[in-house]
């Protein structure tokens, strides 16, 4: 384990600070995808069949106010659907612009080094490089990871709210 924590500490150092902050929202991104996937397979559900239960209950069904009662019944699950979803894909968006952050930074350090040594010197100018690049990577990880996850809950999303308005029907008599 300490050897485990040795190396991440070693990435870190080697990514720079820019590294800690998309790390930070990686992690931050995850734990809300995981909520966002633990509401869809355990607590839609009892939400869905409680309201499919309310709307079955109902004398009246086939009235306009029984279709405005039906509206707000889809509409409210749908907003509990969709949760914390654009926060998600927000943090996706910013992923890849603190990895330019963390190039920029570390090109700062390059030319910190080219300045101070000379441009002959390519070893003092690793460091700085390594700088520029693993931010950039580990930017790219977080937004590519993020992208396939929310696009599979915003498609969940839409499937589960088709479900809901075929569950709640509108009687036509």
Same mark, same amino acid.
């Given at each position: 384990?300490?050897?485990?924590?040795?190396?991440?500490?070693?990435? @870190?150092? +080697?990514?720079?600070?820019?590294?800690?902050?998309?790390?930070?929202?990686?992690?931050?991104?995850?734990?809300?995808?995981?909520?966002?996937?633990?509401?869809?397979?355990?607590?839609? $559900?009892?939400?869905? $069949?409680?309201?499919?239960?309310?709307?079955?209950?109902? @004398?009246?069904?086939?009235?306009?106010? *029984?279709?405005?009662?039906?509206? $707000? +019944?889809?509409? @409210?699950?749908?907003?509990?659907?969709?949760? !914390?979803?654009?926060?998600?894909?927000?943090?996706?968006?910013?992923?890849?612009?603190?990895?330019?952050?963390? @190039?920029?930074?570390?090109?700062?350090?390059?030319?910190?080094?080219? *300045?101070?040594?000379?441009?002959?010197?390519?070893?003092? %100018?690793?460091?700085?490089?390594?700088?520029? +690049?693993?931010?950039? %990577?580990?930017? %790219?990880?977080?937004?590519?990871?993020?992208?396939?996850?929310?696009?599979?809950?915003?498609?969940?999303? $839409? +499937?589960?709210?088709?479900?809901?308005?075929? !569950?709640?029907?509108?009687?036509?008599?």
């Amino acid at each position: 384990m300490i050897e485990f924590l040795e190396a991440i500490r070693d990435f @870190t150092e +080697t990514g720079g600070q820019v590294l800690l902050v998309i790390g930070l929202l990686i992690f931050v991104m995850w734990l809300l995808i995981l909520e966002r996937a633990l509401y869809l397979f355990v607590w839609h $559900k009892k939400a869905a $069949k409680d309201a499919v239960e309310v709307w079955n209950a109902r @004398t009246d069904r086939s009235s306009w106010n *029984a279709e405005q009662v039906r509206q $707000k +019944t889809i509409s @409210t699950l749908t907003i509990q659907l969709n949760g !914390s979803i654009p926060i998600i894909q927000a943090l996706v968006a910013l992923c890849p612009l603190l990895g330019l952050m963390g @190039t920029v930074t570390g090109m700062i350090e390059v030319f910190d080094v080219m *300045a101070i040594s000379g441009s002959g010197n390519a070893r003092s %100018m690793a460091s700085g490089v390594s700088k520029a +690049t693993i931010p950039t %990577m580990a930017g %790219m990880v977080g937004a590519l990871s993020g992208v396939f996850a929310s696009t599979w809950l915003t498609r969940t999303v $839409k +499937t589960e709210r088709a479900h809901l308005e075929d !569950s709640i029907l509108i009687d036509r008599n």
